[in-house]
């Protein structure tokens, strides 16, 4: 069910996405590198896909990373929304973007890529980061991404957000992946617990725009 609603979400910010100028295409792969973060509920949608030969390759190659410098969140997305909604400052995040690359690229090529997470797919810029060496993301989709990513968390509130090796690195046990299934509370080293959706983190100037965004999150059926 929650893996359908996911499924329904990328949708919509594919739909989204095709609508606006972007330089991103498939074997694009500068801004792959160890710090994207994602939930536990991406990480099962990628290890749905794959056999069980797959899988074994696929975390094979997770290993040698587990001991290599990557960004550790230290929020989610809806624990900042929260503190920002109650006058709190969130933590400073230590994040550099030579910590690459992902362990999953094969040359340019993201193997997952019809089933990548989130953090993947909203890093649109307008502008080719391979001649600029550096992503440059319009404001409005910066706030839709946000959106996108608080009902992520959202609905996966048993589970867990962290860096993509952190994730995935707990995903590996068949025991930890059917505890999930089942509905059981994820923990686990450089992991944090997601937390449920109290607030939009949408600035005043972008309200009026996002609003059949929100209309079509809102409409999801399955
Ligand atoms: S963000 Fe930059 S490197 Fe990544 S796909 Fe888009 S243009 Fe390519
Ligand atoms: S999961 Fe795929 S798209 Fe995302 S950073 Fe890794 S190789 Fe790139």
């Not at 330089?23 to 290890?47: H, P």
């Not at 290993?63 to 400052?89: L, V, Y």
């Not at 860096?163 to 923990?187: M, T």
Request: hydrophobic share 35%; net charge negative.
């Amino acid at each position: 069910m929650k893996l359908a609603v996911l499924e329904q979400l990328y949708k919509l910010y594919s739909e989204f996405i095709n609508t606006l100028e972007v330089c991103c295409k498939r074997f694009c792969a500068f801004c792959c590198t160890r710090n994207v973060t994602i939930t536990t509920l991406e990480g099962a949608y990628i290890i749905n896909q794959m056999s069980g030969n797959e899988k074994e390759d696929f975390f094979r190659d997770l290993d040698p990373d587990q001991s290599k410098e990557r960004f550790i969140p230290k929020m989610t997305m809806n624990q900042m929304a929260d503190c920002c909604k109650n006058g709190g400052t969130p933590h400073e995040e230590e994040i550099n973007p030579d910590w690459t690359p992902c362990f999953l690229l094969k040359g340019k090529e993201c193997p997952v890529y019809l089933f990548r997470p989130f953090g993947c797919r909203c890093l649109v810029s307008t502008v080719p980061c391979g001649e600029t060496g550096f992503a440059q993301i319009d404001s409005f989709i910066l706030t839709v991404n946000t959106i996108f990513q608080q009902y992520i968390e959202h609905i996966d509130l048993q589970g867990v957000t962290g860096n993509i090796i952190d994730v995935l690195g707990h995903l590996k046990s068949e025991k930890f992946r059917q505890d999930y299934q089942r509905n059981e509370i994820v923990k686990g080293t450089n992991l944090i617990s997601n937390f449920s959706l109290t607030c939009l983190m949408i600035p005043p100037e972008h309200r009026e725009r996002v609003r059949p965004i929100l209309r079509s999150i809102q409409c999801i059926h399955v």
